[in-house]
């Protein structure tokens, strides 16, 4: 038996990246995996033909998180296919880095309806469908909230919201046994992350020499962490950002 024997767990976001690395995580430990996605169904699909191909269960569910509408859409057909929820990761997140002279307001709206409202609203409905004995929120934050790397003002701001969030929500539905927790990635192998670091060679090196394990991260490190955040090993952890960046501060 798996860690996440007998759990379902909803990874919003989940057709690409941290969220497909997770998902399959998820799935490898046992759990039955909702896979949300919003632009990438093939992603989605393959992701799921993973794990159903290991032996586990997955489904995939279309669905825009900002859109209240299709957020309890995405918990009605989770409700449908797998009867019950104990884990919700909030991955999905929208991004386009640039200095502050590229700043505009629909950029800022754009980010903070999925990045921030998106999760809140995934968050609000997953309350209402966890069990009595409680569940499991895993938010995916950023390094980038805490180092503040240039370029990704926006971004990082989305970020730093998704750590209050995690703060704030931790003492509120504890009384639930509802933790709450984060996990701040560093740069990633994924299509945010190489636009970031590995295209960019001089911002690369310059955030190689601040990692002491000196790589960029692969989804692969970060799916283990969120398998231990959703399981009963982590059962007296909340309101914790675990910082996963290869030492980067």
């Known amino acids: 038996m798996g860690k996440l024997t007998g759990k379902v767990a909803i990874v919003t976001g ?12 998820m799935g490898a430990a046992g759990a039955a995996v909702v896979v949300n996605y919003f632009s990438s169904k093939e992603g989605a699909d393959l992701v799921v033909a993973d794990i159903v191909g290991s032996g586990g269960k997955a489904v995939a569910i279309h669905g825009d998180i900002s859109n209240a509408v299709d957020v309890r859409r995405l918990f009605s057909e989770t409700q449908e296919t797998f009867g019950s929820l104990d884990v919700l990761v909030n991955n999905a997140a929208v991004y386009k880095f640039g200095p502050l002279a590229s700043v505009t307001e629909d950029e800022v709206r754009r980010q903070f309806n999925t990045n921030v409202l998106g999760a809140l609203l995934v968050t609000q409905e997953a309350v209402r469908h966890f069990p009595p004995h409680g569940g499991s929120i895993i938010n995916i934050g950023l390094v980038a909230s805490i180092v503040a790397n240039p370029m990704t003002v926006i971004y990082a701001a989305t970020k730093g919201a998704l750590d209050s969030i995690t703060h704030v929500l ?17 740069v990633t192998e994924t299509d945010g992350g190489k636009a970031l670091g590995p295209r960019n060679p001089e911002f690369a090196r310059q955030i190689l020499s601040q990692t002491p394990l000196g790589r960029f991260a692969n ?17 007296w952890l909340t309101g914790e950002i675990l910082v996963a960046s290869g030492g980067m501060r």
Not at 18 to 25: M, P, R, V
Not at 219 to 235: C, K, R, W
Request: net charge neutral; charged share 15%; glycine share 16%.
């Open 219 to 235: 989804p692969t490190d970060i799916a283990p962490i969120a398998v231990f955040l959703a399981s009963d090993d982590s059962a």
């Open 170 to 186: 931790a003492k509120e539905l504890g009384p639930g046994n509802i933790r709450v927790n984060s996990i701040s990635p560093g």
């Open 14 to 25: 989940a057709s690409k990246g941290i969220g497909a690395g997770i998902a399959k995580g």
